[in-house]
Nanobody
C-alpha cells in the first residue's frame, strides 16, 4: 500500500516561495509508479493539477502555473517537492501530493497553506 505525506509551512508571506515535500512509503518514486503529482484546492473552488514528475525525473507543469512552479525529487529519501514562487493570497489552498498524472490512485491527506502577511 502506497502512502504519501505532505510536509511544509502552513503560512507563507506574499511574494515569498511556497515549498512543500511529499514523502512516499510503500513504493519507489523511481521504479514502481511512473508519475507523481501536486494538486491544490483553493477554498470554495475545484481541484487544480499543478504539475508532475516522472519516475525518470522529467517534470511537467500546468501552463497557468509553469512560470512560477518547480517540481523536483530526492531519490535517496523517496521524496518529491514543490516550489511555488511569488505567491499571493490567491495561492491559499489545500495542497495534495498524489500518485499518477491525470488519474490519481494514492493521495496524501493534504496540507493547508495560507498566504498572508
Amino acid at each position: 500500500q502506497v502512502q504519501l505525506q505532505e510536509s511544509g509551512p502552513g503560512l507563507v508571506k506574499p511574494s515569498q516561495t511556497l515549498s512543500l515535500t511529499c514523502t512516499v512509503s510503500g513504493g519507489s518514486i523511481t521504479t514502481n509508479y511512473p508519475n507523481w503529482s501536486w494538486l491544490r484546492q483553493p477554498p470554495g473552488k475545484g481541484l487544480e493539477w499543478m504539475g508532475a514528475i516522472t519516475s525518470e525525473g522529467s517534470a511537467y507543469y500546468s501552463p497557468s502555473l509553469k512560470s512560477r512552479t518547480s517540481i523536483s525529487r530526492d531519490t535517496s529519501k523517496n521524496q518529491f517537492s514543490l516550489q511555488l514562487r511569488s505567491v499571493t493570497p490567491e495561492d491559499t489552498a489545500v495542497y495534495y501530493c498524489a500518485e499518477g498524472f491525470s488519474i490519481w490512485t494514492y493521495w496524501g491527506q493534504g496540507t493547508q497553506v495560507t498566504v498572508s502577511s
